[in-house]
C-alpha cells in the first residue's frame, strides 16, 4: 500500500477547480481499478486556499453578471465552454449562485481539515455544488454552514466558528505563500510533489498519479 498525498490549491467561486476536481476522481476511480496494487493505495486530500479577487464583495454578485463584469465580450463564450466541459464531467453549471468573497470558505474548509473524523473533500463538493450547479451565495455564512452540515458537521459548532476570524490569518498567510512558491493560476495540484496545473483530462491524471506511485514505490 502508497500513499499519494494531494495538494489542492484551489479557490472556491473557481469553476475550473470544479471540474478539476472531478477529473481527478475520474482518474483515481480508473487508477483504482486498473494500477496493480492500486485498489489498496491510500489518497489523503489537503485543500489550500488561493484567492482570485481577494476585495471581492459581501454579499457576492449574481455569477451571469460577475462573469460579463470581469470577461466583457468574452462572456457568453466562457459560459458556453464550461457548460459544454461541465456535461463531460458530471456538472451541470446553472450559474444561479453569487459569486462573493471566498475568505469564509477557506476558513471553514481549514476548521474542516483540522476536525478529526471530518472529510473535507465532501464539504468542498458540497461548496462548488451548491454555488455552480444550485445557487448559493460563497459569501454567505448561513449557505456555507449548510453545505458544511450537508457533510455531516454540526450545524452548530459550524455557525459558532464561522461567527469568529479564527483560520482567517492562516488561510491568508497561505494564500500569499502559494503564490511565492509558483503557483499561479488555480487549479492546481501537487500529488507526491508531481504538479499538475488546470483541470486537465482525467488520462492526464492517471499518468501522473501513476508517476507519483512509481516514484513513491522506489523510495521505500
Not at 484567492?51 to 453578471?65: C, H, K, S
Not at 450559474?95 to 469564509?104: A, E, H, V
Not at 509558483?182 to 496545473?197: A, S, Y
Request: glycine share 8%; net charge negative; proline share 5%.
Amino acid at each position: 500500500m502508497v500513499v499519494l498525498n494531494i495538494n489542492s490549491y484551489f479557490d472556491t467561486i473557481c469553476p475550473w477547480c470544479y471540474i478539476g476536481e472531478k477529473n481527478l476522481d475520474r482518474a483515481i476511480e480508473t487508477y483504482r481499478r486498473t494500477y496493480p496494487g492500486g485498489s489498496k493505495d491510500e489518497f489523503k486530500f489537503t485543500y489550500k486556499p488561493f484567492y482570485l479577487d481577494r476585495d471581492a464583495p459581501t454579499p457576492g454578485t449574481p455569477m451571469r453578471e460577475r462573469i460579463t463584469q470581469k470577461n466583457g465580450d468574452m462572456a457568453s463564450g466562457i459560459i458556453t465552454r464550461l457548460e459544454r466541459t461541465g456535461r463531460g464531467c458530471g456538472i451541470n453549471f446553472t450559474f444561479q449562485g453569487r459569486i462573493g468573497n471566498t475568505r469564509d470558505s477557506h476558513r471553514l474548509v481549514r476548521f474542516v481539515q483540522r476536525e478529526a473524523n471530518s472529510e473535507p473533500r465532501r464539504v468542498v463538493e458540497n461548496l462548488f455544488h451548491d454555488l455552480f450547479e444550485g445557487s448559493s451565495d460563497i459569501s454567505s455564512r448561513q449557505d456555507l454552514a449548510r453545505a458544511a452540515v450537508a457533510a455531516g458537521l454540526d450545524g452548530d459548532e459550524v455557525a459558532a466558528f464561522l461567527e469568529t476570524d479564527e483560520e482567517g490569518p492562516e488561510a491568508d498567510e497561505l494564500a500569499a505563500q502559494a503564490r511565492l512558491d509558483g503557483v499561479r493560476h488555480v487549479p492546481t495540484f501537487e500529488i507526491n510533489g508531481f504538479r499538475v496545473e488546470g483541470a486537465d483530462d482525467p488520462s492526464e491524471f492517471f499518468e501522473i498519479l501513476v508517476k507519483a506511485r512509481e516514484a513513491a514505490s522506489h523510495a521505500a
